[in-house]
């Protein structure tokens, strides 16, 4: 028997492949077939870069920043095995043992993927969106050859046709974070097509091998490649090659990819911790009751959505229906006739069948709603299971168009299946123009989704990316009004809060976000840092020592920070120390000079600017007091009285170069750039061997720059990189300035 059942009058199939050692050459047909397949697929790919070319304009949204931007495995490339040892979140939450953030997401190749990408087009997301554009187009023509190979090259164009447009697609192309889609599909659709080359050729090692491989790939991608042996063996089921199954071949066919299922799960039971560890963090585990009547209920919603591609949304925020619904039995009608149809349709159409077995065994994965984070029913998940209803819808048309014999009954059909793709294109075009950046996303996403907590923190994250504070603390208020358990929410108000300088305020949120998640880094870090803007150092020395024990990868550079809070605690309590002698004692010179020291150096300028003041109102031909006072004044924030008072210190003592470059320095801060340069050359003139003669240059350079001089900013720029060549600012302007020709 062949490798099809039968020819079905409204399908039409491709006939049985030759093997390839009995080809001698290519007949007429054969050519005819390949022009038509060339052009098909020309079409196909055109089509499908054409309609996702706008999505080339869009920014990085959403978890693009955190998974890519924020995410140190892709941005240091270092340590990329720590891909395969945890989950997609690792990178936020650093250890197995912390529940912040951790997921059931294994996906290897995500961060390795992203890794490459980056260092390859760094942070412009054109070329990131481009990537996402050709791995769908990529999709779109693996998927032609196979259901060309399994049906007809005329069924293969409709499926592929019926899978470009659907707008359920526009989210996983336009979305740089939803790559996972992409590479599992297609990955699956390679191991499909090398699995059924395998079953058509004399040598069929080297095509199984490849589809092993794929099949991997497909699996360290995403979490719907864990059913694909089912689809195989339903794949076998559909297609046998003899009437009665030789059940050892097929043991030997389908024992590989037992073996890389083995593998995977390995790898994701050790990484994660067991197969599906984490529960989402947002609703109690279901029961079994309850999961009989949620699993229907959001399985009939994905064939809706479907069916009738309209209210899209990224993230819907619906209750999770686990009581007895409409929802619920439209499911389970539709559960039996699925299983009806893949039954019925085996003998005369297996590419049907088929196509329904691929639609429920890649769905299944998503309907784990124990499993799947807080926003359980998305549209990406139906990117990899459309490739079955593409393949049912494009049949259907197919054989309804067969048996329409009426011209104008003919073109009807016609008018409402181009009515039908407009309508696709225009949904399409739509959605990838919402993508184009975190506000447009999230506003249209709230006005859907006005009660999720999840859509309020982020469209806060929106505003404050915005620099529309005000905005970004309301809405991410209003997250916490609707779940207070919303640690990243904890963090962003303590952040916005910080910035308005509200210390006092950012600090209960911060300590909230520790409590829910005491081993998480960050809120620990961001309070440190808190503590830090209030000159509170023991508090911020005590949280930078904790940081450590948290981290141990960055333990070093914490303790470090928590020595240098320590330090800033004895200067501030020397200072205040000294501050009590001065006041006893007014005309304590020594004093006043020990206390503008302090001052200085835990950064309090103005207070240093005040003690050096009344210092030289004792000794007023004291240049160095003068050099002080007049630096302390420039970092207050006052470059105009700094200069007054170095002035000052330079007649006093014409030869102290440290005290030039101060006045140097601040009249450059003042926008006196020529008078600043008078002074750096001056400098050179009275020792051109100075010690900080690069530093010297470098101001000659930026001085230049600033007043438009390109020329001379470049040789100032290359004479000190010439004396000092890791000064990395010299070296950026450089290029910057070697740009603008």
């Known amino acids: 028997m062949s490798r099809k059942r039968k020819n079905s009058p409204k399908i039409s199939q491709s006939p049985p492949v030759a093997p390839r050692s009995s080809v001698t050459s290519a007949s007429p047909a054969q050519r005819s077939c390949s022009r038509t397949r060339f052009l098909h697929l020309s079409i196909l790919i055109l089509l499908s870069l054409a309609l996702y070319a706008p999505t080339l304009r869009n920014d990085f949204v959403t978890d693009d920043k955190l998974q890519i931007l924020q995410n140190s495995l892709v941005l240091e490339a270092k340590n990329l095995g720590q891909a395969f040892t945890g989950d997609v979140w690792s990178f936020a939450h650093k250890s197995k043992e912390n529940a912040a953030y951790g997921s059931n997401y294994y996906r290897p190749l995500q961060p390795l993927v992203y890794t490459a990408e980056y260092h390859i087009f760094g942070r412009n997301p054109l070329p990131w969106h481009l990537f996402n554009v050709l791995l769908n187009a990529a999709v779109v023509a693996v998927l032609y050859l196979l259901v060309a190979s399994l049906a007809s090259p005329t069924l293969a164009l409709w499926t592929s046709l019926f899978f470009a447009l659907h707008p359920m697609h526009s989210e996983p192309v336009a979305w740089i974070a939803a790559l996972p889609e992409l590479q599992c599909g297609l990955f699956l659709l390679l191991a499909m097509l090398f699995y059924d080359r395998a079953r058509s050729t004399q040598t069929p090692l080297p095509p199984l091998v490849l589809s092993v491989l794929f099949f991997l790939a497909a699996l360290f991608s995403k979490e719907p ?82 069916l009738v591609p309209i209210h899209m949304n990224y993230f819907y925020a619906f209750p999770m229906p686990y009581t007895f619904t409409v929802w619920a039995l439209v499911g389970f009608i539709l559960g039996l006739l699925l299983v009806a149809a893949i039954l019925y349709f085996r003998s005369a159409q297996p590419a049907v069948s088929f196509a329904l077995c691929w ?97 309020q923190g982020q469209l806060a994250s929106a505003y404050y990316d915005r620099g529309d504070l005000d905005h970004a603390l309301e809405h991410v208020l209003l997250a916490l009004q609707f779940n207070p358990a919303y640690e ?73 920070l928590a020595s240098l809070a320590a330090a800033n605690e004895k200067a501030a309590s ?116 100075w010690e900080s003669a690069d530093q010297v240059h470098l101001g000659l350079a930026v001085n230049a720059e600033k007043s438009g001089d390109r020329t001379t900013a470049i040789q100032e720029y290359q004479r000190a990189l010439a004396l000092n060549p890791t000064l990395d600012f010299a070296t950026r302007r450089l290029v910057a300035l070697a740009a603008q020709k």
């Open 359 to 455: 639609f429920a065994f890649t769905l299944a994965p998503a309907l784990s709603l124990n499993s799947v984070a807080a926003n359980f029913f998305t549209e990406r998940y139906l990117y990899i299971p459309s490739v079955g209803f593409s393949i049912l819808a494009a049949a259907l048309t197919l054989a309804i168009y067969s048996e329409v014999r009426s011209a104008p009954l003919r073109f009807a059909l016609g008018a409402a299946l181009a009515a039908v793709f407009v309508c696709y294109v225009v949904q399409t075009e739509r959605r990838i123009a919402i993508f184009h950046d975190n506000y447009s996303l999230l506003s249209e996403t709230v006005l859907r989704s006005p009660n999720s907590y999840i859509v």
């Open 574 to 689: 020397a200072s205040a120390a000294l501050q009590s002698i001065q006041n006893t004692d007014p005309r304590d010179f020594a004093a006043l000079v020990r206390l503008g020291d302090a001052a200085s150096q835990v950064g309090q300028w103005q207070r240093a600017a005040q003690a050096f003041a009344r210092a030289s109102a004792l000794r007023p031909a004291n240049p160095t007091i003068l050099d002080k006072w007049g630096v302390s004044l420039q970092y207050a924030g006052d470059p105009a009285r700094a200069v007054e008072v170095l002035q000052r210190a330079v007649q006093l003592q014409p030869d102290a170069l440290y005290v030039r470059q101060a006045l140097a320095n601040a009249l450059a801060g003042s926008n006196r750039f020529a008078e600043s340069s008078d002074q750096l050359r001056k400098i050179l003139q009275l020792n051109p061997a």
């Open 225 to 306: 490649a864990i059913l694909f042996p089912a689809i195989l063996l339903g794949y076998e089921f559909l297609y046998p090659r003899n009437r009665i199954p030789v059940l050892r071949s097929l043991a030997s066919r389908l024992a590989p990819f037992l073996v890389a299922l083995l593998v995977y799960l390995s790898a994701r039971s050790y990484a994660l911790g067991g197969f599906s560890p984490h529960s989402s963090i947002d609703r109690p585990r279901l029961s079994l009751m309850q999961l009989l009547f949620a699993i229907p209920a959001v399985f009939a919603r994905y064939v809706g959505k479907l």
């Open 488 to 560: 990243l929410g904890q963090i962003n108000a303590a952040w916005y809060l910080t910035d308005k300088r509200d210390y006092d305020a950012a600090i209960p949120h911060l300590k909230e976000a520790i409590r829910l998640y005491p081993d998480y880094l960050i809120p620990w870090v961001n309070l440190a840092k808190v503590y830090t803007l209030q000159q509170n150092w023991q508090l911020a020395r005590a949280t930078y020592q904790h940081a450590a024990t948290l981290d141990p990868g960055q333990s070093t550079y914490f303790l470090q």
